[in-house]
T-cell receptor
């Protein structure tokens, strides 16, 4: 069990560009969460998958954001037409079965210039 | 989005001192979790609490689930330099287990 991994760890992009992040959860964890964390704040919930089904989306997830988990394993988070306000740390977490303990990945830090 | 109220915001303590921090919510939670986050890294789980009134220890860390289910406390005894970091409380109501986080307590330990 290698833990939750995220790629890339850092991404610098220009405003208006599209970016995509990947999250690989802990093996056999069926639930996967995305959070966003801005400087000086705690993480805020974005969206959640159970297997391949996206079950909930936060109001923070504007129509420029899309997340997928096509085979119920890894997940991608895409941001289209990035804005400077999208600069943040994007965190992924996974959870097994009916337990309540979420394990977080190291995050992807996005900087939009 | 909603963030839990966490205090203090920051603490500067000497090595060997004990530390206390707390977290309050206007809503009831079914689970409270405490995480530690180092710069540039994701949060790492320290302690999980599942029942009102529960007191749980993990080494030098002790956390309690408040009986009103609207608060939680974390104590660190005999602090050491590697305790430096930001501590976050988090809670959930059980619905989809999405977490609501506190605003964080930044801990600095001086020698």
């Amino acid at each position: 069990d290698t833990g939750v991994s995220q790629d890339p760890r850092h991404k610098i992009t220009k405003r208006g560009q599209n970016v995509t992040f990947r999250c690989d959860p802990i093996s056999e964890h069926n639930r996967l969460y995305w959070y966003r964390q801005t400087l000086g704040q705690g993480p805020e919930f974005l969206t959640y998958f159970q297997n391949e089904a996206q079950l909930e989306k936060s109001r923070l997830l504007s129509d420029r954001f899309s997340a997928e988990r096509p085979k119920g394993s890894f997940s991608t988070l895409e941001i289209q037409r990035t804005e400077q306000g999208d600069s943040a740390m994007y965190l992924c977490a996974s959870i097994a079965g009916r337990t309540d303990t979420q394990y977080f990945g190291p995050g992807t830090r996005l900087t939009v210039l | 989005g909603q963030q839990l109220n966490q205090s203090p915001q920051s603490m500067f303590i000497q090595e060997g001192e004990d530390v206390s921090m707390n977290c309050t919510s206007s809503s009831i939670f079914n689970t409270w979790l405490w995480y530690k986050q180092d710069p540039g890294e994701g949060p790492v789980l320290l302690i999980a609490l599942y029942k009102a009134g529960e007191l749980t220890s993990n080494g030098r860390l002790t956390a309690q689930f408040g009986i009103t289910r609207k608060d939680s406390f974390l104590n660190i005894s005999a602090s050491i330099p590697s305790d430096v970091g930001i501590y976050f409380c988090a809670g959930h109501t059980g619905t989809a287990s999405k977490l609501t986080f506190g605003t964080g307590t930044r801990l600095q330990v001086t020698l």
